[in-house]
T-cell receptor, first 114, second 112 residues
Framework: KAGVTQTPRYLIKTRGQQVTLSCSPI?????VSWYQQTPGQGLQFLFE???????NKGNFPGRFSGRQFSNSRSEMNVSTLELGDSALYLC?????????????FGQGTRLTVV | TQLLEQSPQFLSIQEGENLTVYCNSS?????LQWYRQEPGEGPVLLVT?????EVKKLKRLTFQFGDARKDSSLHITAAQPGDTGLYLC????????????FGTGTRLTIIP
């Protein structure tokens, strides 16, 4: 079966701009989580969506937001980009959440803010 | 805040040697997972350990969950160049949150 697809793979944006990243989970999976990976902070949890509802949220500012559509595809948006937002953004797809089912990660979107 | 500290942060060893990576926390987790991530890819799940004291083997990799479910170790026997990568532990909390708390990571390089 097809894996988790994240688009785009690479992005370069300017400070102050906004960006939208997309994640298509594995067919049948209803939970999508987003993580930010940086060399200094490692992998940090952003938020998790299940059946179009945000079920969990990490400790990121309100500039980071997301949504999930009825087909389980998810988008995350970052507004007013800062240099520190440069990172690899990963999404993870699970059937119903990480507590009970295996997480499959996409290849990530590499965001560079200049 | 739950933190998972991994050690060592970097490890470079010769092919054929053995190694152990540690993952420690002051918090209790309901389960703990180990992932390997290669450049340009997302993390891939290697194993999930659930019971305190549990030991799981995956070919040359042995994973152990501490008795108190606060720590874990990954032992690789006779390391091979294909084992090179970033190893991440990740804890799943007792408290209902559907999130993975990742460790700080161990970057392993196996020299042929």
């Amino acid at each position: 079966k097809a894996g988790v697809t994240q688009t785009p793979r690479y992005l370069i944006k300017t400070r102050g701009q906004q960006v939208t990243l997309s994640c298509s989970p594995i067919s049948g999976h209803r939970s999508v989580s987003w993580y930010q990976q940086t060399p200094g902070q490692g992998l940090q949890f952003l938020f998790e969506y299940f059946s179009e509802t945000q079920r969990n949220k990490g400790n990121f500012p309100g500039r980071f937001s997301g949504r999930q559509f009825s087909n389980s595809r998810s988008e995350m948006n970052v507004s007013t980009l800062e240099l520190g937002d440069s990172a690899l953004y990963l999404c993870a797809s699970t059937l119903e959440g990480v507590k009970n089912t295996e997480a499959f990660f996409g290849q990530g979107t590499r965001l560079t803010v200049v | 805040t739950q933190l998972l500290e991994q050690s060592p942060q970097f490890l470079s060893i010769q092919e054929g040697e053995n190694l152990t990576v540690y993952c420690n926390s002051s918090s209790v987790f309901s389960s703990l997972q180990w992932y390997r991530q290669e450049p340009g890819e997302g993390p891939v799940l290697l194993v999930t350990v659930v019971t305190g004291g549990e030991v799981k083997k995956l070919k040359r990799l042995t994973f152990q969950f501490g008795d108190a479910r606060k720590d874990s170790s990954l032992h690789i026997t006779a390391a091979q160049p294909g084992d090179t990568g970033l190893y991440l532990c990740a804890g799943i909390s007792n408290f209902g949150n559907e999130k993975l708390t990742f460790g700080t990571g161990t970057r392993l390089t196996i020299i042929p």
